[in-house]
């Protein structure tokens, strides 16, 4: 079983940053990556990173790109995620979460994803 906590949340000013924190825990597979997702009121929980954890390649939703950075600490079990330059769209429950790097699981969507956090709140005004 894996356990995610994510921290970090809070409230902002747009063209502020905010750096959010998952610690995972627990056993997993060969090969697995940690995404960010997040989910504003009234809407799907969308992409918003994610990154492999034994190549470290990144990737991020076109609405983040340039502007959100995720990274990881090996010797810590930690994914971090660098939000700078948010936008009040930005307002949001992010959550972390973890899956296995497999053929057929695409990294952008949820249903790849096979543990989750319990989410933490961004609210970015204006």
């Known amino acids: 079983q894996v356990q995610l906590v994510e921290s970090g949340g809070g409230l902002a000013q747009a063209g502020g940053s905010l750096r959010l924190s998952c610690v995972r825990s627990?056993?997993?597979?060969?090969?697995?990556?940690t995404g960010w997702f997040r989910q504003a009121p009234g809407k799907e929980r969308e992409f918003v990173a994610r990154?492999?954890?034994?190549?470290?390649?990144?990737r991020y939703a076109d609405s983040v790109k340039d502007r959100f950075t995720i990274s990881r600490d090996t010797a810590k079990n930690t994914v971090h995620l660098q939000m700078s330059s948010l936008k009040v769209e930005d307002t949001a429950v992010y959550y972390c979460?973890?899956?296995?790097?497999?053929?057929?699981?695409?990294?952008?969507?949820?249903?790849?994803?096979?543990?989750w956090g319990q989410g933490t709140q961004v609210t970015v005004s204006s």
């Open positions: 990154i492999s954890w034994s190549t470290g390649i990144r």
């Open positions: 979460a973890e899956g296995p790097v497999a053929v057929g699981r695409d990294g952008s969507a949820r249903s790849s994803y096979d543990y």
């Open positions: 627990g056993r997993t597979s060969s090969s697995y990556r």
